[in-house]
């Protein structure tokens, strides 16, 4: 089975805080993902990795960083935390010529 | 501008009815269709999925049936449980690439009341 682990399920932090939301696959894995969800706005993408050092923006990036020094781990990076930025995140996973994506847990952030 | 389109929020139904979740797309060249379905606290887990080169593709309990022509598909449970209530995704890809990246629509809440 595939296994995507998301470092935290629950994070509360401060406006102005640096947070990292740390994710991690098994399953050998070229692309990797970050989506947040909304209630109405459903899974926006934050940005995606298609191999190691690689990165794209998605439709969502601006207030978010991201790194992938190892093919197995992709980490975002909310550099200066803002209240519009409390969301669930979601990170996901998948194989470079399929499209089926694998999700983690979740990590619900709060911005105080 | 939302390429996927999940136009009702919410369904309700009774258990042991149909439920047809339906989804609409903008972009024809959108080749690959696929149906998630996530639980509050855990993240989306992937239901069943079809290519634009087929109209219907069955799986147990649950088809997804896709009309090019009108870019629209559709997911039809039957019979439905109370263990399928959740929100349900629908999302496309343009297969452009091997980002495999995925436009998501804005999810259905449905309700299967026993």
């Known amino acids: 089975d595939v296994k995507v682990t998301q470092s935290s399920r629950y994070l509360v932090k401060r406006t102005g805080e640096k947070v990292f939301l740390e994710c991690v696959q098994d399953?050998?894995?070229?692309?990797m993902f970050w989506y947040r969800q909304d209630p109405g706005l459903g899974l926006r993408l934050i940005y995606f990795?298609?191999?190691?050092?690689?990165?794209e923006k998605g439709d969502i990036p601006e207030g978010y960083s991201v790194s992938r020094e190892k093919k197995e781990r992709f980490s975002l990076i909310l550099e200066s935390a803002s209240t519009n930025q409390t969301s669930m995140y979601l990170c996901?996973?998948?194989?470079?010529?399929?499209?089926?994506?694998?999700f983690g847990p979740g990590t619900r952030l709060l911005v105080l | 501008d939302q390429q996927v389109k999940q136009n009702s929020p919410s369904l309700s139904v009774q258990e042991g009815r149909i439920s047809i979740l339906n989804c609409d797309y903008t972009?024809?060249?959108?080749?690959?269709f696929l149906w998630y379905k996530k639980y509050p606290a855990e993240g989306p887990t992937f239901l069943i999925s079809?290519?634009?080169?087929?109209d219907k593709n069955e799986d147990g309990r649950f088809t997804v049936f896709l009309n090019k022509s009108a870019k629209h598909l559709s997911l039809h449970i039957v019979p439905s449980q109370p263990g399928d209530s959740a929100v349900y995704f629908c999302?496309?890809?343009?297969?452009?690439?091997?980002?495999?990246?995925?436009?998501f629509g804005q999810g259905t809440t449905l309700q299967v009341k026993p």
């Open positions: 990795s298609y191999d190691v050092k690689m990165k």
């Open positions: 079809i290519s634009s080169i087929k």
């Open positions: 972009n024809s060249m959108f080749d690959y």
């Open positions: 999302a496309a890809s343009d297969g452009s690439g091997n980002t495999g990246k995925l436009i």
């Open positions: 399953m050998d894995h070229e692309n």
């Open positions: 996901a996973s998948s194989f470079a010529i399929q499209e089926t994506q694998y």
